[in-house]
Each structure stands twice: as structure tokens, then as C-alpha cells.
């Protein structure tokens, strides 16, 4: 089987001689003209060995693709940003409180917010991504239903509160209490999962930059999440592009909202340390 | 409005169909142009009609129009179900008789600008946008 | 749901007589007609049927739209602006709400 399997990454590397053209690595993103994103620089410390140089997704995508994220005007996710607006200010639940009774407006609220989760919860005793903040905040201040984790209302709210943090480089903590669920989350990234036995790192590590049938592979970096996608019109969350990848291998996959997610997103994230959070951003 | 593939094909049916009844189409952008122009002679030229040749999505496809010296500009999109698509009314503060927006296209076809120039005379232009709806995605 | 919502992008500052870019964009459905519901029955129309733009009170653009106009209306357009004041921009819907927002603009 192993070898079978390296004959399928030698046959997605040759592929690749083809695929440079279509990527855009030294295109530069500065969206609405004001906001200059890092989609490339120095690999954290964590990833020695692995990697010396870090991309974001946006530079692995057609001139096309890319344009669709510099002009909010352009980008498709926005219509989701103000949705999610509208349901910032609307009181829900028991107690008569919207998100921003609180917090105030999320520009001032949420700068820097996008940056560092998934984080450590003190009280919680748990890493916490931020679907499960914003749940915490329905049900115990607001007295209000929480979302389904993977629902529209959920991922609209995560991409709005992504907003001011664009630009901001990525900076989860990875030590201290939150490290033994960052160890989990590297366990599972380089475990082969399904009857294609492939681990997250088979494709995004030992062969970024190559074609897989006709997909560009990346390194995978969550920046930009939640993405609006080409291929399903809509926001898409880190855990559904989780399991979209693992069904991909032919495995059974960790649920959307499963602590094996919530560790593999910390992990992930960390090694998307340094790049600009993009969210949202658009990808195919 | 998110239209879903199927509807997207049923709203292409609609157009191909109405490409077969040429006449029908026909009359129905004869009949804007002539509201809009009150029965005018039209002459080619003096506007300008910017749109992609090929639209992957026919739900939003990017155009602009531009006259210069016109006060408005009609838009038609001759293979929609109701060729009618807007028109652009120009008030003295803008630099450039020129405007952009995003229309919806049943399919390949025809999109056509009228305009009307401040002299009272009118100019069309038109230009085939081909639209390959419902790909595989990319 | 948020249909309504409008953004604009008008510059803060401008000189005398300088050519502007402005966009402008709402959230809306624009329900064309043409579609029907999961029972076969026609969904009625419900679009934006038309949208303007003013600089203090006189217009710069007016938009007669029809359902062929894309899910969530964009316009980009030009303006000159002859000295500071305010943009006011307005969408009519067909159920008789109209949505309208502002941005002021100083010209030195």
C-alpha cells in the first residue's frame, strides 16, 4: 500500500511541472486599497524541518480568484458580514442582551480577536475556538438558543467578528495550558487517515504547490477561514474544510465542533503563525 | 436571491426556448427600444458596452456602459426571459456619461445598450456574452 | 433577512472639480418572478426597482432596474464634486420600504 501510495505523490508531483503557471506567489494583496496582508513570510519555530517559508491560500489561486478578495465590493463573503451585522445588534434570548450590549461595536470590540483563537479558556479549563465563545455568550448572557456549529448564522457571526483583525498576523499560543491540545492536534495532522491513508500533512506539507487531479494543492493555512468558496457559493468553516478533506482520504470523519477539530484547527493555525489574517477571504 | 443549479437550468430552458421563437424575442427588445427611444431612428456606435465574453455564472455577470455626452442609457439582455435589465439615468454632477453593475443572464446571448444623447438622437451597440452555467466549479 | 442593508464606498476627501469613484451595494434578494417555490407555485416578484444617488439635492445618477439586475445590486459610477457636502443614496424596493444611507465628503 505505501508504495502504491508513493506512486500516486510521484504522479501528483510530475503534474505539478505543469501547475506553476497558474500561481500567483508574488502578487501582492492589499484589500480595499488601505489593508496590506502578509501572504508569505519566515515559517514559525514549531515548523523546523517542515517548512522555511509560509504561504497563504491566496497565493496559491488564480489572478481571478485573488482580484475577489481585494475589493470588499468584490468579495462575496461580505453580504454574510452584514448579515451577521444586522445580528449583532438584535437582542435574542432571555435577558434582553444583543452582542453588543456588551461588546459594543465590533470594530472596537473584536480587534485582535480573529488573531489568537483557538485559545485557552481559564474558567472553562479548555481550548476554546471561536463558535464555542460565541455559543458561551448565547446561552449564559444572553439566554438565547445556541447555533449548530456548522450553521450559517454561526459562521456569518465568526466572519464579522473577523473583520477588524484583518491584517493582523496570526498569533495563537501553542504553550502553556493550551499546549497538550496543540500536541493532539499535530498528532492527528500527521496520522493517515481513510483507505487512501493520507494525512493533512501528506498533501499540504509534502506536496503544496502540486496538482491533485485538477486542485492546486496549499499548505493549508486557515487565515482565512471562514472562506467563501467558488465551488459551494457559500462561508465555509474550518471544521467543514476539515472533514471535507478527511472524506476526501475515504475515512469516517471527526464531527464539525469534536474536540479532534477544535485540536486540529489550534494546531493548524499555529503553523499559519505570521501570515495576515484574510478572514474571510475567497478561495475555489 | 441564490438560484440553485436546477433553477439555473430551468431559467436557461426558458432562454433557449426563446431562442427558438426568435420573433417573439425579437418583438419584445423591438418594443423597449422603441418605448425608450419613441420610435427614433438608432445608429450604431457612441456607447460602449464592456462584458466578459465568456461568464462562468450567469446569476452575476460584471458590466459596464458607457456614453459619452448621453443623459441615459437603456439595458437590454435580448435571450432573458424579460429583456429588460435597467437603465442608467445620468445627472449633470458625473464627470462620465459610464456605469457599472452586475446583471443576470439566462444563457448566451445578446446584450444590447441604447443610448440617448443629449441632442435627442440615439445609439445602440451590442455584444454577445457567452455563459457556461452550471460547470463543474473551480 | 438583512435585506436592506446598504454599504457605500465614497472617498472622505476630495479637491474641487476631482472625479470620484463611488460603490455601492445592498443586500437584497431581488425575487425575480421567475422562480417558483418547492410546490410549483410562482415566487412574486420582490426587487429594488430603483436607485439614485444625490449630491446636496441634485442627482448624480437614477436607476431604473428590472429583475435582471443580480442579487444583491452593485453600481460603481463616477462623480465631481464641486464642493464639500453630503451623498445621499436610496433604493426603492417593490413592497414600498426604501432603504436610504449617506456619506459626507469635504472638498479643500
Known sequence: MKDALRGVLAGVALSALASGATAQEDAKLIVNGEIEMVTTTTAPEHLEGAFREIRSGWTFRTPETQALQMDDFENPAMIAVDRAQVVWDAVDGTEGNSCSSCHGTVDESMAGVRAVYPKWNEDAGEVRTLEMQINDCRENRMGAEPWDYGSTGMIDMTALISIPSRGMPVNVAIDGPAQSTWEKGKEIYYTRFGQLELACANCHEDNYDNLIRADHLSMGMTNGFPVYRLRNTRLNSTHQRFRGCIRDTRAETFAVGSPEFVALELYVASRGNGLSVEAPSVRN | ?138 | MADGKPRVRVPKTASAGEQITIKTLISHKMESGQRKDGDGNPIPRQIINRFTAEFNGEVVIDVTMEPAISTNPYFEFDAVVPESGEFVFTWYDDNGDVYTTSSPITVS
Open chain 2, 1 to 138: 436571491m441564490t438560484l440553485s443549479r436546477r433553477e439555473t437550468l430551468v431559467l436557461g430552458l426558458g432562454a433557449a426556448v426563446a431562442v427558438m421563437m426568435p420573433l417573439g424575442a425579437h418583438a419584445a427588445v423591438e418594443d423597449a427600444i422603441a418605448a425608450f427611444t419613441g420610435g427614433a431612428d438608432v445608429s450604431e456606435g457612441g456607447v460602449t458596452l464592456t462584458a466578459p465574453e465568456i461568464a462562468e455564472n450567469g446569476n452575476t455577470v460584471p458590466i459596464s456602459v458607457s456614453a459619452p455626452g448621453a443623459v441615459s442609457i437603456m439595458i437590454l439582455a435580448a435571450g432573458n426571459p424579460n429583456p429588460d435589465v435597467g437603465t442608467f439615468n445620468f445627472g449633470p454632477l458625473m464627470p462620465r456619461q459610464e456605469a457599472s453593475t452586475r446583471v443576470r443572464l439566462a444563457g448566451t446571448q445578446d446584450l444590447i445598450a441604447v443610448a440617448k444623447m443629449s441632442d435627442g438622437s440615439f445609439v445602440q451597440t451590442s455584444r454577445e456574452v457567452k455563459v457556461t452555467i452550471g460547470g463543474c466549479g473551480g
